[in-house]
């Protein structure tokens, strides 16, 4: 069956340092791929995706993620984190042959002033 | 502006009451979700839409209806029926299956 795995449930880093939320899928064959945020007690928003083509997306808000299809994961990655960064961050899969787009469980980052 | 609109925001209910979550999206779109989300489980998926008049059942269907009579509105009834039904409620839209997801700000629904 198809899965999404976020290791991490919180990860904490200090305000300017590099950041990497981890996210692991399984799947037959190279689904879609999303990373959303979700601040608290709001919906969520898109930071990027990835359908096909080059393997390193950039997204929104400085955030970038890199498809390895050798390892099924699609790791988001920020440079140098800001205080507003702090939220929870969702990967999420679509498999092709399928309708439903699937959610990890969610890594909430904290930042350290 | 487009984008997806859910109310109430907050919503407190008796046990044994049904309840109406709404959710209506000026974006044009064709498919329409219904998510809910209890911490540390991510987003299960209750009830999607991909056309009008037409819905299938998600992950945690049981205790949940919904209807598509219009394009643009895709409500969500919790009812009695439904075990735990103290939740954030989050709809979301997408152009077509498998595409992006645009969401609403989301209803957060506790049972007294």
């Known amino acids: 069956a198809q899965s999404v795995t976020q290791p991490d449930i919180h990860i904490t880093v200090s305000e300017g340092a590099s950041l990497e939320l981890r996210c692991n899928y399984s799947?037959?064959?190279?689904?879609?791929l999303f990373w959303y945020v979700q601040s608290p007690g709001q919906g969520l928003q898109l930071l990027l995706k990835?359908?096909?083509?080059?393997?390193l997306v950039q997204g929104i808000k400085g955030f970038e993620a890199e498809f390895k299809r050798s390892q099924s994961s699609f790791n988001l990655r920020k440079p140098s984190v800001h205080w507003s960064d702090a939220a929870e961050y969702f990967c999420?899969?679509?498999?092709?042959?399928?309708?439903?787009?699937?959610f990890g469980k969610g890594t909430r980052l904290h930042i350290l002033p | 502006d487009g984008g997806i609109t859910q109310s109430p925001k907050y919503l407190f209910r008796k046990e044994g009451q049904n309840v109406t979550l709404s959710c209506e999206q000026n974006?044009?779109?064709?498919?329409m979700y219904w998510y809910r989300q209890d911490p540390g489980q991510g987003l299960r998926l209750i009830y999607y839409?991909?056309?009008?008049?037409?819905?299938q059942k998600g992950d945690i269907a049981e205790g949940y209806s919904v209807s598509r009579e219009k394009k643009e509105s895709f409500p969500l009834t919790v009812t009695s029926a439904q075990k735990n039904p103290t939740a954030f409620y989050l709809c979301?839209?997408?152009?077509?299956?498998?595409?992006?997801?645009?969401f609403g700000e989301g209803s957060r629904l506790t049972v007294l």
């Open positions: 979301a839209s997408s152009e077509h299956q498998l595409g992006e997801l645009f």
């Open positions: 799947y037959g064959a190279t689904p879609y």
């Open positions: 990835y359908f096909s083509g080059d393997t």
């Open positions: 999420a899969v679509g498999p092709r042959l399928d309708d439903k787009i699937i």
């Open positions: 974006l044009n779109h064709d498919a």
């Open positions: 839409s991909q056309i009008v008049n037409d819905f």
